[in-house]
């Protein structure tokens, strides 16, 4: 379980995902009134109340925030008050984790197992074999002359990435065990 600073920066960063700096006031403003309307968090943060719904919306969307609908008894007009619902974040932040781990190991897979070709200048497309190909192995924006591109340092960009998530998820193997086989989930946890 992470401490409770770690899971307010946790927070942040997911509201930051989100919504950029918008959202990252909005889940401020709500920290500090614990419960409170859209317009009031309009108020409070000078954002547009547009704005401050789509983020709230967003924000329920991932299970990070939630309302309570009352009926103003004279006006006969409902009002939304919104608070942050933290209960589930640990769950959530593990889950879009694991998620973008999914998508480095596969970017990882493609780039371990294709060449790609290239002709040396920065910002110029790097080509599978097929498509350079098709070019006859010419850079299709310069003409320069294709060369096969050393993609390790990608390679080992990714690497350290995934290492890092897992680590974070808690999946990483210990380092220096070696011949560790797939180890289960649970076994590496319990040893954490
Ligand atoms: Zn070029």
Wanted: glycine share 6%.
């Amino acid at each position: 379980m992470a401490s409770k600073r770690a899971k307010r920066k946790e927070l942040l960063e997911l509201a930051r995902e989100i919504g950029g700096d918008e959202a990252v006031e909005v889940v401020k403003a709500l920290e500090k009134k614990k419960e409170t309307t859209d317009e009031e968090l309009a108020e409070i943060t000078g954002i547009r109340i547009n704005n401050v719904r789509k983020i709230l919306y967003a924000l329920y969307d991932l299970g990070v925030a939630d309302f309570r609908r009352i009926r103003d008894k004279e006006t006969g007009w409902y009002y939304y008050y919104w608070f942050l619902e933290t209960k589930r974040l640990d769950e959530i932040i593990r889950s879009r984790k694991l998620k973008e781990l999914e998508k480095l190991r596969k970017m990882l897979e493609e780039e371990k197992s294709t060449t790609y070709y290239w002709c040396g200048t920065p910002g110029h497309p790097r080509l599978t074999f097929d498509e350079a190909m098709e070019y006859e192995f010419q850079c299709p924006i310069c003409g320069g002359i294709l060369m096969e591109y050393d993609n390790s340092e990608i390679i080992a960009d990714l690497k350290r990435r995934i290492e890092e998530l897992e680590r974070e998820l808690g999946i990483r193997k210990k380092p220096k065990k070696k011949g560790s086989s797939k180890s289960s989930k649970k076994s590496a946890l319990a040893a954490a």
